[in-house]
């Protein structure tokens, strides 16, 4: 069965630091992959998706992921916080039409 | 071009009453997927829309859950009655093809944050 977890509940980083979130997956085929952003009361906003072309993806805002296939990886990185991106983030894989979903990860940025 | 649109956007209701939700998804978009996200959780897919059918309700408890996509546009997703545990947000997404997540990306909605009291 597919299944995506996601390893860090919560993160928090100082802002202008490196940003990292961790999201390892299980999976029987070679699956998409995915990154969705939460804002609060705001709709989940795609970040970028891998789907079997380059290993390393680069997203929106500034975000990008590589796929590790070895390691069944697909974690999420950005060079330097920004406030605007405290919110919660969710890492999805590819199911037969549908999306299977991370738990979450929610980015705190310290001023 | 206009985003995915949920109405209401907050719910608050007693157990045992009905509740309805409705979506109106970006145009030209073929499915339609309502999710229910609960607390500290990702969202669970209840039901999937290509047009007017629904090809995928496997998850959707039909016992008190029911939902409608007329003229494979608007669609709206009803409890009947709710109970406590039905306290979430609900999700609408819709994607533009018929050939999955691989590569059509899904544009969600808001949500609607229903409280069962």
């Known amino acids: 069965a597919q299944s995506v977890t996601q390893l860090d509940s919560h993160v928090s980083v100082s802002e202008g630091t490196p940003v990292l979130l961790r999201c390892n997956y299980s999976s029987s085929y070679s699956p998409s992959l995915f990154w969705y952003v939460q804002h609060p009361n705001k709709g989940l906003q795609l970040l970028l998706k891998y789907t079997s072309a380059a290993t390393l993806v680069k997203g929106i805002n500034g975000f990008e992921a590589e796929f590790k296939k070895s390691e069944t990886s697909f974690h999420l990185t950005k060079p330097s916080a920004h406030m605007s991106d405290a919110a919660e983030y969710f890492c999805?894989?590819?199911?037969?039409?549908?999306?299977?979903w991370g738990a979450g990860t929610k980015l705190i940025i310290k001023p | 071009e206009a985003g995915v649109v949920q109405s209401p956007r907050y719910k608050i209701i007693e157990k045992k009453q009905p509740v309805a939700f409705w979506c109106n998804p970006i145009?030209?978009?073929?499915?339609l997927y309502w999710y229910r996200q609960n607390l500290g959780q990702g969202p669970e897919l209840l039901i999937r829309?290509?047009?007017?059918?629904?090809?995928?309700d496997s998850q959707l408890p039909k016992d008190r859950f029911s939902a409608e996509r007329l003229k494979g546009v608007d669609s709206t997703l009803k409890i009947q009655p709710a109970e406590l545990g039905d306290s979430a947000v609900y999700l609408c997404?819709?994607?533009?093809?018929?050939?999955?997540?691989?590569?059509?990306?899904?544009?969600f909605g808001p949500g609607t944050r229903l409280t069962v009291l």
């Open positions: 145009s030209g978009h073929n499915t």
């Open positions: 999805a894989l590819d199911s037969n039409y549908q999306l299977i």
């Open positions: 829309y290509e047009n007017e059918e629904a090809v995928d």
């Open positions: 997404a819709s994607s533009r093809g018929l050939a999955g997540a691989r590569t059509d990306t899904q544009y």
